[in-house]
């Protein structure tokens, strides 16, 4: 099993971006998805969840400004981010609970990396 992440890049501030992250390998079913991010010298924190059924969780810091969704039938959970800040700039990583004919864990992507600045 492998999560793909893309969609990263530079974008100015007051932009917007959108990242995926694909679920691929020997997939019996996917629970919760989500997105994290790390900036330079910071820790990893909770960027929004996604339930299969849709329940979506946020950091309070990024209501109103990045939404979180997912495609079942592509296994894929997408993060839009708008009105983006230079202080969001970070490594983003996409998180999803897995289970395989023989087990069920947490798997991560590679992480992509978003730029705001001007």
């Known amino acids: 099993v492998q999560l793909q992440a893309y969609g990263g890049g530079l974008v100015q501030p007051g932009g917007s971006l959108r990242l995926s992250c694909a679920a691929s390998?020997?997939?019996?079913?996917?629970?919760?998805m989500g997105w994290y991010r790390q900036a330079p010298g910071n820790q990893r924190e909770l960027v929004a969840t996604i339930t299969r059924g849709g329940t979506t969780n946020y950091a309070d810091s990024l209501k109103g400004r990045f939404t979180i969704s997912r495609d079942n039938a592509k296994n894929t959970v997408y993060l839009e981010m708008n009105s983006l800040k230079p202080e969001d700039t970070a490594i983003y990583s996409c998180?999803?609970?897995?289970?395989?004919?023989?087990?069920?864990?947490?798997?991560w992507g590679q992480g992509t990396l978003v730029t705001v600045s001007s």
């Open positions: 998180t999803a609970d897995i289970a395989s004919r023989s087990t069920r864990r947490d798997y």
């Open positions: 390998g020997s997939i019996f079913s996917i629970n919760a």
